[in-house]
């Protein structure tokens, strides 16, 4: 009998849990408060209902076949040997290329490592996919993978789409997170570059969606590409933006600090305690109090950028049907990277 009482409280526990999106997880239930065999029993045949599971009415596709933005990104790899990046970390900026440990430097994570990325649009969902250094090795993509979205394209984000160890090659909302900065306080007092006095701002404070919270159970969701498993995607409902056509979009890969609270992490940490991955900086080398994370520069959706919009990626590269590097960039910063039967070229020159 005692036992069943423990089975009914529990049970009503875990769905008054879910019923109110608390997000408690199972380890923390006050089980000893449950020991008491005198209390009374609710022997209702709905009070030992297992909580369901999620019922999923969207949930995305294949992804449209043209993209609405591609970004290449600085592969790491060539220099890791050495212990620095080969460029593409201007914490001023707030351009990070840091695929590393703090300090030392000397362990290179190839999974955090971005080498370019695509967006999508379709009429439902914006979609994102992230691809990272192909070394060769089976490596298990262990990090945080995400975008972030400036709507009003003034440099301070909006919105953070992030998925946490993706591990299926199925769509599953498992791990992944939205938030949005409801104070408007990302960016700090001068967007798109690093503030002169630290904030103690909020960052992204609001999570939208998450693990059994959000309105809208399909809102956001990640895997692995089926076709890559050195590819993230993401996908997220379009309606998220109210019907604004033109944003910027970043890419983002971390551990853990890439934390939203303390976006952007150049208002939230001097030149000085951040450190760089770029060893000729020498007054800020090596990489300290911000590590393993990478970012890129953004990218223009849905408008014609004029070149002055904070963050904006140098030069917006052409359709990817086109395998001939951008006009107007030094041969020397064309990269070039596959993706699928694609072949997508960019400007790195800094
Ligand atoms: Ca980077
Ligand atoms: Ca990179
Ligand atoms: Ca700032
Ligand atoms: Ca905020």
């Known amino acids: 009998m005692a036992r069943k009482s423990i089975i009914i409280f529990v049970s009503l526990l875990v769905v008054l849990m879910f019923a109110c999106g608390t997000g408690v997880s ?49 592969d790491s790899s060539i220099t890791a040997d050495q212990k620095r990046a080969p460029s593409g970390d201007r914490f001023t900026f707030g351009r990070f290329e840091r695929p590393f440990n703090a300090n030392t430097m000397d362990m290179y994570y190839p999974a955090l490592d971005i080498q370019g990325a695509l967006f999508y649009e379709d009429s439902t969902w914006i979609y994102a996919t992230l691809n990272f250094k192909n070394d060769s090795s089976s490596y298990v993509l262990n990090g945080k993978y995400g975008f972030e979205i400036d709507l009003n394209v003034d440099g301070g984000g909006e919105w953070l789409v992030l998925v946490s160890q993706p591990s299926s090659t199925e769509w599953s909302t498992n791990g992944v997170e939205v938030w949005f900065d409801t104070n408007d306080d990302v960016g700090g007092s001068t967007f798109g570059y690093s503030d002169k006095v630290l904030t103690d701002g909020n960052g992204y404070e609001t999570l939208i969606f998450g693990t059994n919270q959000g309105d809208d159970p399909d809102l956001a969701w990640g895997r692995i590409s089926p076709s890559d498993p050195y590819i993230v995607q993401l996908a997220v409902k379009k309606s998220m933006l109210e019907g604004d056509p033109a944003y910027l979009v970043g890419m983002w890969a971390g551990t853990n600090d890439l934390e939203p609270s303390l976006f952007d ?42 070149g002055n919009e904070p963050g904006l990626c140098p030069l917006p590269p052409k359709p990817a049907q086109e395998d001939d590097p951008p006009a107007s960039c030094p041969p020397q910063y064309v990269v070039c990277f596959p993706f699928g039967n694609q072949v997508v070229c960019y400007c790195i020159a800094p």
Not at 41 to 46: F, L, R
Not at 48 to 68: A, K, R, Y
Request: hydrophobic share 30%.
């Open 265 to 306: 992490f150049n208002d939230h940490y001097t030149h000085e305690q951040a450190g760089t991955s770029l060893i000729e900086l020498e007054n800020f080398y090596p990489i300290k109090e911000i590590s393993e994370l990478d970012n890129t520069c953004r990218m223009a959706i849905g408008f014609q950028p004029t």
């Open 26 to 74: 199972p380890d923390t239930l006050p089980l000893e408060a449950s020991g008491d065999s005198d209390s009374p029993t609710t022997e209702s045949p709905t009070a030992i209902v297992e909580p369901t599971p999620v019922q999923h009415v969207m949930i995305p596709g294949e992804l449209p076949t043209i993209q609405s933005g591609a970004v290449g990104d600085q």
